[in-house]
């Protein structure tokens, strides 16, 4: 889940960038700081900008930098258990498959893509049932839910686990064929083909 939070920090203003303005400089300082790292609160920080309410500069003893107050919002991304997502699929591995979110990645153990049985083919690669023909291969748009969340102290350490088993998830495609088959009556005999013309 994406959320806007209005924050107050102060930030150092050294002489060398005196001359510039205040608020580029400012934005630039914040963007290095906080854009990418994580806080275990709040989530990914994904953005900082509108930048504001900068005040005076104080000056400290052995310092010949400015020090300001300053105003701004932060776009962060926190994914939550049981949340649902749409996501692309970046990778695939024999063991699952990798869903972009956002500014991270889950994992969708093979085990967890679908209720059919799958098997990788190195030669696409993709997942494949050999049952429906249904397939998952990388740059397909999917539904998952997260499952668990171990947010640790960058990106790359952090783990989603994601699941596509439930009704609803998955491929899109999948679905439609999902609400084909519900709506097809029950032991409705199927159409003979129509006989071919005899010749003259």
């Known amino acids: 889940m994406y959320t806007i939070y209005a924050v107050k920090d102060t930030f150092r203003l050294p002489p060398e960038q005196f001359n510039k303005n205040i608020e580029e400089v400012a934005a630039d300082i914040l963007q290095r700081k906080y854009e990418g790292t994580i806080d275990?609160?709040?989530g990914v920080v994904v953005a900082i900008y509108n930048i504001r309410?900068?005040?005076?500069?104080?000056i400290y003893a052995g310092d010949p930098a400015t020090h300001h107050n300053v105003e701004f919002d932060l776009l962060a991304y926190m994914p939550y258990p049981?949340?649902?997502?749409a996501g692309e699929v970046t990778e695939?591995?024999?063991?699952g498959a990798f869903i972009r979110i956002g500014p991270m990645e889950g994992l969708v153990h093979v085990s967890q893509v679908t209720n059919e049985?799958?098997?990788f083919d190195k030669k696409l690669p993709a997942f494949v049932s050999r049952k429906s023909g249904r397939s998952l291969k990388r740059g397909d748009i999917v539904f998952a839910k997260i499952s668990t969340v171990s947010m640790k102290n960058t990106v790359k350490d952090s783990k989603i686990a994601l699941t596509m088993r439930p009704d609803g998830l998955g491929k899109e495609e999948w679905q439609r064929e999902n609400e084909r088959m519900k709506s097809r009556p029950q032991g409705q005999p199927r159409r003979r083909s129509e006989k071919k013309e005899k010749k003259a």
């Open 40 to 42: 275990k609160q709040l």
């Open 53 to 58: 309410g900068i005040s005076d500069g104080s």
């Open 82 to 85: 049981e949340e649902i997502i």
């Open 92 to 95: 695939l591995v024999e063991f």
């Open 117 to 119: 049985f799958l098997t």
